[in-house]
């Protein structure tokens, strides 16, 4: 099977393809809003984070915030995509009770940003390119709350104004599982360059997404777009019930309709917005109050030298430089902080040893926690001090996750746990001997089974000799001694 | 000493103040006293004589501490079209009904700051859309001048309660936007000074837009000399609008007596056009021959594409407005007219809301905007804007200053173009140019016409340099003498 | 190009304008007469002119990322003609 045909799914007409793309809106993380003074924190009484500008008050003009500028350059760069030196800002026309201006100011024909790419990290270790088609800067609308009465909705323009990009994809993802690895993927991008927090519960982050279904190696079928999906999963769930949705249509002799749909996650499907635009006829042109975006080519280029390592980059280092197998790399590189605090407790020590116990006992432990990894109780000073025990033969990597599971309970550094619980390795190979003999002793009958041929039984010495020393004797000298004294 | 604020210049009465022949609370009383006596002008939509005295007494404190400004004590008038703080702004539109604004726009507030004292706020047409005045929710603004029969005349438009207001002499000054001629046209039909300045000298925060890329506030005064007075307090750079240029302001009344002794002045040959009235153009002789005699050499230009302009603006003044005016739906502010649903309220709200001019720039905007049309209208007209602009910035290499008249005809009887949206919008064939490229221009009076009527000439110039603009108006308004004033029939 | 009542109902409904049934006929002669006034430019010829972007010599103005406003929820609600509390209200939308 082609890895084609592997996205494949089936319909009863034979194979279909699914086509997806995505639009998603990222909010700069900035104070204040994209052109005007108003803070564009999450959370405050409603209206109270509202300029005259994003109430659109008759007279009002805007002016445009240069750190949002800064941060879709920055955006773009970590892309590898195209910065236009000159961009324009358009009037996106529309009436809505969340959008004051009766427009939206965005970018239409030439964004800030044009072509890029981006690479997604499949969980098979595999990897796979997805096309950026562009980024542009725009305002978000204002809030419309339905619920609060029976025959009114209310508006809240807190969020009117403030700043987003809208990152565009080529559409060439084929499955829900690449589609979000492309959103985790461009989350993580977003958060190493520190331009959005890519928090979608709060709306920093939302995707629209574009579904189409055909036949492979058919034209490309009519899509539908899913708008404003809140979180990874949503977006999955989403693509998968509307392929089937769209299979369903066609193999039932439909058409699918081109239109705007809604992802209800209660009910796991997709449904027609009921508030379609009559027609959709923007009238974009460019906004007269404003002048054309220029950016001069030096002040792009810093941006692009202040660039931090992103995660493509920690990934190949981590595998090249440190050893590490391509899951791990990308498992440590997904969040930015995780690959800081792996670093950290990584520096002078075994790259390998360390990821394995990041990743299995450190997150492991994190994750029954609930807390966050600034607030948890294991600094990398604390884990790397544990790996130095195991490294200098202190204690066994057995031991040495009792010792790490008293760390978190107590707050304590290794060395502590260690010496007051007397933990430390036994290695003089006296003392291991006189602990062989009282077992050997003790267990005279299995000494002859062993020396009649039943060689399995070495697996009991040993786990006799380790539970007799406390598990404290060293197992690799355990196991030299046991083979000496047992051939007698 | 009696007052009668007709008499005064903004000159002038500074210099009365200063000298302590009166108060600023005198004239401003004065002044009020003219405006209520000025009613049947229907030049304001709101009065504010409490707030006038108001600011009048903190004026006159000012000067007594020695702290006067440029325009201390100076009762003003103001466009109702810039928002002016805890009173109502209209626009001259139903759909602003109520609108208290939080705010004061950047260009009145400079000119509190500079001691001016606010009589109210001044009719217009509704949203700056007109030529007339008539479009007005609040009814036509009268010009102050009569017809020979005492036909009740129009004062011109947008800023036709401004015209009114000076012209009749209860406001030394006025503030106008000019998007496509609404600050000359009325200033010419009037007999007063009006200068649109450069684009992107005054502020436009504060003001209720109408077309973004061609609005521009400035002064209407009696002579030259306020209109350089009042321009430099207006003026100013206004981090607030992207559009407004960081620059200094001079004085603009430091070289205004210098004459024009050494300047080109350039005389547009696409300006004499077929069928000119024959007194208008006999007064742009007059004003070529005023400039010569006062030793500047006249040179004619050609600005080929000029003729073109009116029909670009027509295309790009409603396509701005359309989109300018979509805030206007009944959530925020002003009129609501309720509906079945929200799309109904909208179209209920802004079909009651907005007169018959406007509905057809919003319509004319919105369509050409749509899809499969913006290349055709919008770009089209945009490049053509291109090779006006070129125009005015090749004919510059060679003059100082254009000279045309202002306005092809003088102020026609009420209701006589009303039912014709073409033959309004050709009121503004000589002054929509100037807008089209951003350049600063100036209308003063310069004579009468056969049936007594005042004419006007409009004076253009390099950006930025309205200080030359102003000088060359200077010697124009010295030669041209201009006295005439309307006989004060509405307080009779 | 000419409008027709159909073309011009559509625009309206665009624009949010309830046109008056006896409004429709005038408005759409208003309309194909302020068009054929314009027609005129398309005999300029404006190949390889670029549309103006801006008609004064500026940049672009950036300002500073500082907190500077908002905060003052009655001065954008004060002359609300629908309002709850602290939100405007409109009528309901069913999205």
């Known amino acids: ?246 299979i369903d249509v066609i193999e039932g002799g439909g058409q699918v309709a081109q239109e705007t749909r809604l992802f209800d996650s209660g009910k796991g499907v997709t449904r027609a917005m009921r508030s379609k635009e009559d027609a959709h006829d923007y009238r974009y042109f460019p906004d007269p109050d404003l002048l054309p975006l220029e950016l001069d080519a030096g002040w792009v280029e810093n941006i692009k030298t202040s660039l931090p390592e992103l995660p493509d980059e920690k990934k190949a280092r981590f595998i090249d430089k440190l050893g590490l197998s391509p899951y791990d790399a990308a498992v440590l590189v997904a969040e930015k902080e995780s690959a800081d605090f792996y670093e950290a407790v990584a520096k002078g020590r075994d790259g390998k040893l360390c990821a394995n116990w990041v990743i299995t006992e450190y997150f492991g432990a994190l994750n029954k926690s609930g807390k966050s990894m600034a607030d948890f109780v294991i600094t990398p000073e604390k884990l790397g001090g544990l790996i130095d025990l195991i490294a200098d033969n202190t204690i066994s990597n057995r031991l040495a996750k009792d010792v790490f599971a008293l760390m978190v309970e107590t707050g304590k550094d290794a060395a502590t746990v260690v010496d007051e619980k007397g933990m430390r390795q036994v290695t003089d190979t006296g003392a291991i001997e006189a602990v062989i003999d009282q077992v050997m002793a003790a267990n005279a009958d299995k000494v002859a089974e062993y020396r009649s041929g039943k060689d399995k039984l070495f697996g009991f010495f040993v786990g006799q000799t380790m539970k007799a020393s406390g598990g404290k004797a060293n197992p690799a000298a355990v196991n030299d001694l046991l083979k000496k004294k047992l051939a007698g | 000493m009696a007052i009668n604020p007709a008499d005064l210049t903004i000159a002038a009465a500074l210099a009365h103040l200063e000298k302590g022949d009166f108060t600023a609370q005198e004239l401003t009383q004065a002044s009020i006293a003219a405006m209520q006596a000025a009613k049947p002008l229907n030049a304001m939509i709101t009065e504010t004589p409490e707030k006038a005295l108001a600011m009048a007494q903190a004026a006159d404190e000012r000067r007594r501490a020695g702290k006067a400004g440029l325009l201390e004590g100076i009762p003003i008038a103001v466009k109702d079209l810039f928002c002016t703080q805890d009173v109502l702004t209209t626009a001259a539109s139903h759909i602003l009904d109520g609108f208290v604004p939080a705010y004061e726009s950047t260009a009145t507030a400079n000119l509190w700051r500079e001691g001016a004292v606010m009589l109210g706020k001044l009719n217009l047409d509704e949203f700056a859309m007109g030529s007339s005045n008539e479009t007005s929710y609040y009814g036509p603004a009268v010009n102050p001048w009569r017809g020979p029969q005492g036909e009740k005349l129009v004062p011109g438009g947008s800023s036709g309660g401004s015209a009114a207001a000076v012209a009749a002499g209860y406001a030394l000054g006025a503030t106008g936007t000019d998007t496509g001629g609404s600050i000359r046209q009325p200033a010419a039909l009037c007999g007063i000074t ?59 009344t430091a070289k205004l007596e210098d004459g024009v002794k050494g300047l080109r002045i350039g005389i547009p040959r696409e300006y004499r056009m077929d069928g000119m009235n024959a007194e208008i153009e006999a007064l742009w002789n007059q004003g070529k021959q005023w400039l010569v005699d006062a030793g500047a050499e006249v040179v004619d230009i050609s600005l080929p594409h000029t003729h073109h302009a009116l029909a670009a603006y027509y295309i790009v003044a409603p396509a701005e407005a359309s989109s300018n005016l979509a805030r206007y739906d009944g959530v925020r502010y002003g009129l609501r007219v ?151 029939w509405w307080s009779k | 190009m000419s409008l027709d009542k159909a073309a011009v109902a559509k625009i309206a409904k665009l624009a949010r304008l309830k046109l008056e049934p006896e409004r429709q006929e005038a408005m759409t002669a208003e309309l194909n007469t302020i068009l054929s006034f314009v027609e005129e430019l398309q005999a300029v010829k404006t190949d390889n002119v670029p549309p103006l972007t801006s008609v004064a010599p500026m940049k672009l103005r950036w300002r500073e990322d500082v907190v500077n406003d908002g905060g003052d929820p009655e001065a954008v609600l004060r002359n609300a003609p629908g309002r709850q509390a602290s939100f405007y209200t409109v009528p309901k939308v069913i999205e």
């Open chain 2, 338 to 488: 309720p509906g079945k649903d929200l799309i109904e309220m909208y179209e209920n709200t802004r079909g009651a809301g907005f007169g018959r001019e406007v509905q057809r720039r919003i319509m004319i905007g919105t369509y050409v905007l749509s899809a499969g049309y913006y290349d055709a209208y919008y770009t089209k007209a945009q490049k053509v804007r291109t090779l006006i602009a070129k125009d005015f910035e090749q004919a510059f290499q060679r003059v100082d200053a254009i000279l045309t008249p202002t306005s092809p005809n003088a102020a026609f009887p009420l209701g006589s173009k009303s039912d014709d949206p073409i033959a309004m919008y050709l009121n503004d064939v000589f002054t929509v140019p100037i807008n089209m490229a951003g350049l600063p221009g100036i209308s003063l009076p310069a004579g009468l016409n056969a049936e007594g009527l005042p004419l006007g000439l409009q004076l253009i110039g390099r950006p930025f340099d309205e200080a030359t603009l102003l000088r060359v108006a200077r010697s124009v308004e010295k030669a041209a003498d201009f006295k005439a004033r309307p006989d004060a």
């Open chain 2, 194 to 252: 009006g200068i649109k300045p450069t684009y992107g000298r005054v502020s436009r925060w504060g003001i209720v837009a109408f077309a973004s890329s061609l609005d521009q506030a400035g002064p209407m005064t009696r002579d030259v000399r306020d209109a350089a007075l009042m321009l430099r307090a207006m003026a100013g750079f206004d981090a607030k609008d992207s559009t407004c240029v960081d620059m200094p302001v001079p004085d603009y």
């Open chain 1, 1 to 246: 099977m082609s890895a084609d045909e592997k996205n494949y799914i089936q319909g009863a007409t034979g194979a279909w393809e699914i086509v997806i793309g995505m639009e998603v809106h990222a909010q700069i993380s900035s104070k204040a809003k994209l052109f005007s003074g108003a803070s564009a924190t999450f959370g405050a009484e409603p209206n109270a984070q509202v300029s005259l500008v994003d109430a659109a008050m008759p007279g009002m003009l805007p002016v445009i915030n240069a750190y949002c500028v800064e941060q879709a350059v920055r955006t773009g760069l970590g892309l590898k995509a195209q910065i236009n030196l000159f961009s324009v800002f358009d009037r996106k026309n529309y009436f809505f009770p969340d959008l004051p201006q009766g427009y939206q100011i965005s970018q239409y024909k030439q964004p800030v940003v044009g072509e890029g790419k981006l690479i997604l990290d499949m969980p098979d270790g595999s990897s796979r390119e997805v096309g950026i088609t562009r980024l542009h800067l725009e305002q978000d609308a204002g809030k419309s709350l339905h619920d609060q009465s029976p025959n009114q909705s209310y508006i809240d323009l807190n969020r009117s104004g403030v700043a987003l990009m809208e990152i565009v994809s080529e559409p060439d993802m084929r499955n829900s599982e690449e589609a979000g690895a492309y959103l985790k993927k461009l989350r993580t991008i977003l958060r190493y360059l520190g331009t959005c927090d890519g928090n979608m519960e709060e709306g920093s982050m939302r995707a629209d997404v574009n579904v189409s279904v055909r036949k492979p190696g058919g034209p490309l079928g009519t899509r539908c777009e899913i708008k404003n999906v809140n979180s990874v999963r949503f977006v999955m769930q989403a693509i998968e019930y509307e392929a089937r949705r769209q």
